[in-house]
């Protein structure tokens, strides 16, 4: 499931090093009593939690020392400099998505939340600014206790008020939230420190989790007034720093080209054991860049410490510079074991052009995967088959057993070649493949009522030649999206490439403003509510929804709700191989390519655990500065 604040940044920073809570866990385990919490009856105790897992029993034990994956001793102190592709204007998490564009560092490490994930667990999460959670048997609802401890950077305490403020403003102020968050129907005081949050519908799963997520913002500081005596308006942006409750707080700023955060001094929950050896620098500096070669060469002239590397081409032939040679600069690949990914060209259905999947299967037929991979991203990358791709959750072969009868239940509803043909991506490699793939495309395009005159792609009934326009953000976008302009250019297709900056980028994705573009739907290992937002019907007409594509489609919502309220996970597996074969049956992205590995480069300046977490390096928050290393290869300027 994803965290919140990443939904609308994903596109914007992917790939610049910038950590970020990604893919958070879903879910609550399995046996449960009544909580006791509003509304219930006086009788009724509650059976309080210092975790929730979907799977099972949480892994730590109450009062646990530390996560395993830390060193709880680590040094602090120290500079880190990290780097953004795009630019930021507003510090008010309460907009993000909708107005403005939100700094890097605000999610992670300003805000707190209720819970926090481990992150060498699946769909499991701890007490942060809650101490203790509970909810009924049925999943009505979920009480949050929170920490008498938790106290704002003003020194104020966390209040119920301050839960209840944020949940609703929120709601009332995000679209994304309001459609997270849309089967909570309410928050109310419970006791002198808890909250209780009730659901519209029993049985979900995931909801008392989600609402875990919740990052908790002060009332007081966004109801006063600013320095200038103006009231604040949460429902607008602002570049005022804000009051938080997180690690971190915005020492000095300079507004779309650096944000640097300090360590609060007395940070309520700096030695709280699912913190405790984490957030170890000193200081965070985010410097941000208009262009993403701009970016690598800041890095490799020593401006930034750390970058992840998503250009195959940089990645084998942008890091012979002195530096490397003389191991001040070390790269290293880092698994991905907890997670799956969608990566495509997305076509906007809400386009009549893009309407019949005949259409859609065509532009698929005219991607060479196999020479972009060879010519431009020297080997290093799969094919994408999945919209879970790297996971148990995706779907091979022909259904069977609870696949199936899932499946069977919307016999007539989903395209018959579910039941009948695996799908597959076409396999180029040769001239003769080249040539079978785009006389198929042909034909299918003729089926759809198209032929081609001379060099255009024109309906047989009449009408203007076939065009799109596709739109990114990065000029690296031109080495891929031009060969395969000049492929479907064969078949009569005529595609604009359009590359805007990245506040543009987004104010036109948010409204769907556009033909095609590169979509990435991150996945977990535990999927859920999030699948509305990703594939739902609901999401299709709502702006700023992750829908890019327009989905609108009866037996998806059906299998997204099967998932939703899976009774075990045999049942979620097999309703979201059910979903994944219906979702790639539709044609409605050409999948990309993908690695199971993140590729880092970082100046030699820092340790780290001896055990890692499941999705990465989860640098910086568990790494710290390394004084020997910081002698050897020199100190952050």
């Known amino acids: 499931m994803l965290s919140p604040e990443t939904a609308d940044r994903e596109r914007r920073v992917l790939g610049n090093g910038l950590t970020r809570r990604v893919l958070l866990a879903a879910g609550a385990s399995a046996a449960a009593l009544p909580t006791g919490g509003a509304g219930r009856a006086a009788a009724e105790e509650p059976r309080w939690r210092h975790g929730l897992s979907l799977l099972g029993e949480p892994k730590y034990p109450p009062g646990f020392p530390h996560f395993d994956y830390v060193r709880p001793d680590a040094p602090k102190g120290g500079l880190v400099r990290l780097g953004a592709q795009g630019t930021f204007d507003n510090f008010n998490l309460f907009t993000a998505g909708v107005r403005g564009e939100l700094e890097g560092g605000i999610g992670s490490l300003l805000h707190d939340t209720l819970m926090l994930a481990a992150d060498d667990e699946v769909s499991t999460e701890y007490g942060l600014i809650a101490d203790a959670v509970s909810y009924p048997e049925d999943r009505s609802s979920v009480t949050y206790r929170l920490n008498p401890a938790a106290r704002f950077h003003d020194g104020r305490p966390i209040t119920a008020a301050d839960v209840i403020f944020s949940f609703e403003t929120l709601k009332a102020t995000s679209p994304f939230y309001a459609f997270y968050y849309q089967n909570v129907v309410r928050a109310e005081p419970s006791g ?13 799963r995931e909801l008392p989790q989600i609402v875990g997520q919740l990052p908790v913002l002060p009332k007081h500081w966004w109801t006063g007034t600013g320095p200038n005596g103006t ?47 984490q957030h170890n620098f000193r200081e965070i500096r985010y410097e941000y860049f208009r262009d993403g070669t701009v970016l690598l060469e800041a890095f490799k002239g020593d401006r930034l410490d750390y970058r992840t590397e998503n250009s195959a081409r940089q990645w084998s032939t942008g890091y012979d510079f002195p530096a490397k040679a003389e191991g001040r600069v070390l790269l290293e690949q880092f698994p991905v074991r907890n997670s799956g990914v969608m990566q495509a060209f997305v076509f906007n259905l809400r386009r009549p052009r893009f309407a019949d999947p005949r259409v859609r299967r065509a532009f698929n037929l005219a991607f060479d995967f196999e020479d972009t991979n060879r010519t431009l991203f020297f080997g290093l990358y799969e094919r994408i088959n999945s919209y879970f791709y790297g996971t148990e959750l995706a779907s091979s072969g022909l259904p069977a057993g609870k696949e199936l009868e899932i499946l069977e239940g919307l016999r007539g509803k989903v395209p018959a070649a579910v039941f009948t043909t695996p799908y597959t991506n076409p396999v180029y490699g040769s001239p003769e493949s080249v040539r079978t793939n785009l006389r198929e495309a042909l034909r299918l395009l003729g089926e759809a009522g198209y032929e081609l005159k001379g060099r255009q792609l024109v309906p047989k009934a009449g009408g203007e030649a076939f065009r799109a326009e596709f739109i990114g953000f990065d000029q690296n976008a031109e080495r891929y999206v031009l060969p395969y302009r000049q492929a479907l250019e064969r078949i009569g297709i005529a595609i604009e490439l359009r590359i805007v900056d990245a506040a543009q980028y987004q104010n036109r994705i948010r409204s769907f403003d556009f033909d095609m573009t590169t979509a990435v739907w991150p996945q977990s290992l535990s999927p859920g509510n999030e699948q509305r937002d990703f594939f739902g019907s609901s999401g299709a007409d709502r702006p700023g929804s992750r829908n890019l594509a327009g989905i609108k489609d009866p037996a998806v919502d059906s299998l997204i709700d099967r998932i939703i309220f899976a009774a075990d996970r045999e049942e979620l597996v097999a309703a979201t191989r059910a979903l994944d074969r219906v979702l790639l049956a539709h044609d409605y992205v050409v999948p990309q390519w993908s690695s199971r590995v993140t590729r880092t480069a970082r100046w030699d300046r820092f340790g780290r655990p001896g055990t890692l977490p499941l999705g990465g390096s989860g640098f910086p928050t568990i790494w710290w500065s390394d004084e020997a290393k910081l002698a050897k290869t020199g100190a952050p300027r």
């Open 231 to 277: 009231r604040r308006d949460p429902t607008q942006t602002t570049l005022e720093p804000p009051v938080g409750s997180g690690p971190y707080r915005i020492k000095s700023f300079e507004p779309g080209r650096y944000a640097l955060y300090e360590q609060v001094p007395d940070f309520w929950a700096r030695d709280l054991n699912v913190l405790r050896g």
């Open 192 to 204: 002198e420190r808890a909250v209780t949050f009730t659901f519209s519908e029993k049985g979900n």
